[in-house]
């Protein structure tokens, strides 16, 4: 079994982040990233912030790279993992949110990291996570259907039970227990991968990070000219709420960076721009909204 190759990693990330910006800059006709780079003021090491704002295409989003390297895990991360209390941490990764203006452009989030936790005198403890997800508010089956397949062909080199299993994983992580709804349509998710080995999971991790774009660009560029008007805008802000929702109440990256020190503004940049609330709001039956409350925000078997 090799032993985590550290810039390997990192080099890939950054590369990912690069390729990311630039297929999403080409959907975009106006606005373009702008670069802001950062310091870990509680550790070492920084990042590379990218944002885009106000475009035709994108209203807003993020593409971030980190790489900290801290004394001691938050609590977000040894919640699960009492071996890990006390240790120093290096982590690693690449997370996005793109928030489209149109909306019957979904919204995605992809995210791809690396940690390890060191220790004196005992061997280092290293993993893997990420995925990719899709966020629909008007939504459409055939996009649902060709996102799970890109979300297959990124686990299939890997085995057949792969995509099963963290299809699963991610129908069951991204979902508001209090409004008990999904929070999309799914796609992946995975954490604490080490079991194949570093080689192979570091593989998979390229390939789930490959295959995000492959997923959503085709989607993005079926969608993106459709009409909309003033009453698809505020369903879509009132839905956005939803996603603020869960962000800041239950998303592991959120609770980790906030809690080990980390830049606000980069972790929160994967809020929207603009979102709304309503007290006790219901679509009307039959309706094009209540399609996707009925037929998407639940776990469905997609392939």
Known sequence: ????????????????????????EGEEPEARFQEDNWTY???????????????????QGGVNFSHVI???????????RADLAGRGFQALGVSLVIHPRNPYVPTSHANVRFFIAEKENEPPVWWFGGGFDLTPYYPFEED????????RDACL????????????WCDEYFYLKHRQ??????????????????D??????????????????????????????????????YRRGRYVEFNLVYDRGTLFGLQSGGRTESILMSLPPVAHWRYNWKPEPGSAEDNLYQNFLKPREWL
């Open 1 to 24: 079994m090799s032993a985590p190759d550290i810039n390997a990693v990192k080099a890939y990330l950054l590369d990912l982040q690069d390729r990311i910006c630039q297929g999403l």
């Open 41 to 59: 003021d509680s550790g070492i090491g920084g990042g590379r912030t990218r944002v885009l704002a106000g475009g035709k295409l994108l209203e």
């Open 70 to 80: 801290g004394n001691t895990l938050p609590p977000s991360a040894t919640a699960h």
């Open 144 to 151: 649902a259907v060709a996102w799970h397949r890109a979300a």
């Open 157 to 168: 080199p890997f085995g057949e039970s792969v995509y099963p299993r963290f299809k699963q």
């Open 181 to 198: 709804e999904t929070r999309g349509v799914g796609g992946l998710f995975f954490d604490d991968m080490n079991e194949w080995g570093f």
């Open 200 to 237: 192979r999971c570091f593989d998979f991790l390229r390939s789930v990070g490959d295959h995000y774009l492959r997923a959503y660009l085709p989607i993005v560029q079926k969608r993106k000219g459709t009409p909309y008007g003033e009453r698809e805008r505020d369903f879509q802000l």
